[in-house]
């Protein structure tokens, strides 16, 4: 029993002293680097316990620490588990239960744990996107061209279970080592589920050499994907951040793109002047409050400040109004975040629409919350000739 008790204790110290300046992810590893005598067994409870409490949102504020750290690994079990046999016995047997009937069970209702309802895009279902923060997101892969048959020979061989999800995608579990199972973006990239489906707007012509423009390209899984669509576009990337885009080039050797075009580059800036004739395509995976990957980052959707919101929407504004000016007549914006948030999403897109002038030709919410996946927003629009 005491054991429990320790894994609890431990718990409660790592998030007393845990503020959510930093991925949880890499303060826990800190925090373990200084105690090696805890196990890695031991480890695994731990911050186990931690990370379902994170991802009980709002829905236990008054509660003893205790008490919310039970009631979140009990909302987040699908099976029984030995801390809960142990401390909370009659709700161990109910694990298997849906989450909504364990919810009732405790006298709790969903909306708790995302008080932000009034903020979310249009077609979000609420209860079940509020549902979705108690199950860990999947791991997908996706395939990249010329590589179909070895990968999938590969997955017969796995030791987990996986979906092949045609023509190129992967469902695997989240603990998943991909990297020691197939070659990381030669063979295939990890990507969402979600973001895989933003291939399907990506206007990219099979046979020509538009010029793209990655904008916040990040680690470049866009610009492999536009690629991927045709290996003949001239594609030059850039970001704010030199430790990112080192990454990139490391992935772009993997995958085997060697020509581009990469700087450094804020795109907050109204400088910036990179093409005399234009781009035919800028790709904007905006910075945003990531607030449909918090299945991913539980830590995130616990600490959120909803007056974030509006300050990333002004970010927003600044690079696709700078975005555009880089565009040729004719040319595309293709406008990404991983938000649920309407003004980071509907609102810029009705922005672009009336202060840029752009004329919109799609726009979908790429939901995810109930595939065990991210959910995204993707609006395509073209500059007037």
């Known amino acids: 029993m005491s054991r429990f008790h320790s ?63 039970l009631v979140g690994l009990f909302l987040c079990s699908n099976e029984p588990v030995e801390i809960l046999h142990h401390l909370k016995p009659d709700w161990n047997e109910k694990t298997g239960l849906p ?31 509020c549902e979705s923060f108690f199950i860990q997101p999947d791991l997908f892969l996706r395939i990249r061209p010329g590589n179909a048959e070895q990968v999938l020979l590969k997955l017969n061989n796995i030791p987990a279970s996986y979906e092949f999800i045609s023509p190129f995608n992967i469902r695997l579990p989240n603990n998943f080592k991909a990297e020691g199972h197939f070659e990381l973006n030669k063979e295939v990239v990890v990507q969402d ?123 927003q504004q600044r690079i696709v109004s700078n975005a555009v000016k880089q565009l040729k007549p004719g040319g595309h914006l293709l406008y990404i975040t991983c938000s649920v948030f309407k003004k980071e999403n509907e609102m810029m897109a009705d922005f672009m629409k009336q202060e840029l002038h752009l004329v919109p030709e799609k726009k979908e919410m790429l939901k995810g919350y109930d595939r065990k996946a991210d959910t995204m927003f993707v609006a395509l629009l073209r500059k007037p000739l």
């Open 7 to 69: 894994y609890l204790n431990s718990a409660k110290e790592i998030l007393s002293l845990y503020q959510g300046q930093e991925p949880f992810a890499s303060f826990a590893k800190k925090y373990f680097s200084e105690r090696k005598k805890i196990g890695s067994k031991d480890r695994k409870q731990i911050t186990g316990l931690c990370y379902s409490f994170f991802r009980t949102g709002k829905l236990t504020e008054g509660l003893p620490d205790t008490e919310k750290l």
């Open 99 to 129: 989450v909504k009937q364990k919810l009732s069970l405790l006298n709790y209702h969903s909306s708790a744990v995302f008080p932000w309802k009034e903020e979310l895009s249009d077609g979000i279902e609420y209860e079940k996107f």
């Open 193 to 315: 589920y979600s973001s895989q489906r933003v291939m399907e707007v990506l206007p990219v012509r099979p046979d020509g050499e538009d010029k793209v423009w990655d904008c916040c390209a990040g680690s470049g899984g866009k610009s492999i994907m536009a690629y991927d669509l045709n290996p003949k576009i001239q594609l030059t990337v850039s970001d704010v951040r030199e430790s990112i885009l080192a990454n990139l080039k490391k992935r772009f050797k993997d995958a085997g793109i060697k020509k581009y075009n990469a700087f450094t580059g804020d795109m907050t800036k109204p400088d910036i002047n990179l093409s005399e004739s234009g781009f035919d395509l800028a790709i904007c995976d905006v910075p945003c409050s990531g607030s449909g990957t918090w299945g991913r980052t539980p830590e995130q959707l616990y600490y959120f400040d909803a007056k974030k919101i509006t300050r990333y929407a002004a970010l």
